[in-house]
Every structure is written in C-alpha cells, then in structure tokens.
Antibody, heavy 119, light 110 residues
Framework: EVQLLESGGGLVQPGESLRLTCVGSGYTFGHDAMSWVRQAPGKGLEWVSGISYSGSSAWYADSVRGRFTISRDNFKNTLFLQMNSLRVEDTAIYYC????????????WGQGTVVTVSS | QSVLTQPPSVSEAPNQRVTISCSGSSSNIGNNAVNWYQQLPRKAPKLLISYNDVLTSGVPDRFSGSKSGTSASLAISGLQSEDEADYYCATWDDSLNGVVFGGGTKLTVL
C-alpha cells in the first residue's frame, strides 16, 4: 500500500522559513514525479510545486516561485519543500502527492501538514 | 480566480445523474489531459479520473469523464448520499508551466 507521510508544519511569523518533509513507502519512490498541493482554510486546492522522478526538473506556481524550493532524495524516499519568506497567505494544509504518469494526476496523497503564518 | 472554471455548486436527487463542467483554454485543457478529484469533508483529495476518461481502480463506474476542445465534464449517475463532496478538475498549463486546478464544485445530494 502506497503511503505518504508529511511533517514539518507549524506556526511561524511572516518572513520566516519552514521545511516540509514527505516520506513515501509501499512503492518505488524514485519512479514517479511528486507534487506539493495546498489548501487554505475554507478554500480550494492550489498546486504549489512539482518535481520530476529524478529531481532534474522542478516547476512552481507563480505565487511561490523564488520563495519555495522543491527537492527530493530518492535514496531516502523523501520529498522536501523549503519555504522561505513566508506570508500570511501561505497559511494552508500542505499535501504531498504522487503522480500517476502525469504530474497533474496525483494518485496518492498524504494526510497533510498544517502551516500557519501569523504575527 | 482559478484558471479552470467550475460551477461553485450543483445539486440533484438520489439516483439521478449530475454533470460538473470544467472550462479552460487552449493552453491547458485544449492541449493536455484532464484529471478529476473528489474531496470528502476533512479528507485528502482522491483521484477519480485521469487522462480525461480513465477511471481509477476501485472507483465505481457511476463516475465518468469526458473532454471536448477546451472543456471537460465529470458525470455521476445513480447519485448516492456518499457522493456528497467537493470535486476538482486539474490539468497542466503550457503557458504557466505548471498544474492548474479548477475552483471546485460542491455536490449536494438532496
């Protein structure tokens, strides 16, 4: 069974940083692209960033480009999201998701980790 | 304002059929496959349909997807109370070089 487990969320002040981690198990982690998707309180889904299976390609939403960095360690079955210069509007549940072929086809999701940015 | 446009809400009686639309442009739906997600309250999203019309294993065949031009649709037949959820379309956008989601549609089974 595919499992994704996020961690690293928390309460930070505007301008601070956080690093999210997602550990995958139950499948060959290095075979699939991965994404981070967030959901602000009471709002819809917003794709944040994606990374190819090898880590050689990364893509970002305009709202986070230049502030967030996605990376992965396939030897440790781990996906990362380094979030710098956090803003109040970054407050959300952050999900990691495993692609099924297409980056936009996320076949497995973690339970999410909550990030709150507030002064 | 989402790149993909969905109706905010739809409602229908049990055992009836409902469709949810997703409208985009040539840079997203017009040139890429559409995927549909179901999100039950307080749960992570679940992939229902990928590649426009491919049903995810384990998803009832009451769910179906289609695409024509720059629009796509999710149809649910034989509505059941457990289908009450938020539904999202998603695809790749060639201009934005990233994934775009619709704003989501809340389905109410009357």
């Amino acid at each position: 069974e595919v499992q994704l487990l996020e961690s690293g969320g928390g309460l930070v002040q505007p301008g601070e940083s956080l690093r999210l981690t997602c550990v995958g198990s139950g499948y060959t982690f290095g075979h699939d692209a991965m994404s981070w998707v967030r959901q602000a309180p009471g709002k819809g889904l917003e794709w944040v960033s994606g990374i190819s299976y090898s880590g050689s390609s990364a893509w970002y939403a305009d709202s986070v480009r230049g502030r967030f960095t996605i990376s992965r360690d396939n030897f440790k079955n781990t996906l990362f999201l380094q979030m710098n210069s956090l803003r109040v509007e970054d407050t959300a549940i952050y999900y990691c998701a495993k692609a099924e072929g297409l980056v936009a086809a996320a076949a497995a999701w973690g339970q999410g980790t909550v990030v709150t940015v507030s002064s | 304002q989402s790149v993909l446009t969905q109706p905010p809400s739809v409602s229908e009686a049990p055992n009836q059929r409902v469709t949810i639309s997703c409208s985009g442009s040539s840079s997203n739906i017009g040139n890429n496959a559409v995927n549909w997600y179901q999100q039950l309250p307080r749960k992570a999203p679940k992939l229902l349909i990928s590649y426009n019309d491919v049903l995810t294993s384990g998803v009832p065949d009451r769910f179906s997807g289609s695409k024509s031009g720059t629009s796509a649709s999710l149809a649910i037949s034989g509505l059941q109370s457990e289908d009450e959820a938020d539904y999202y379309c998603a695809t790749w956008d060639d201009s934005l070089n990233g994934v775009v989601f619709g704003g989501g549609t809340k389905l109410t089974v009357l």
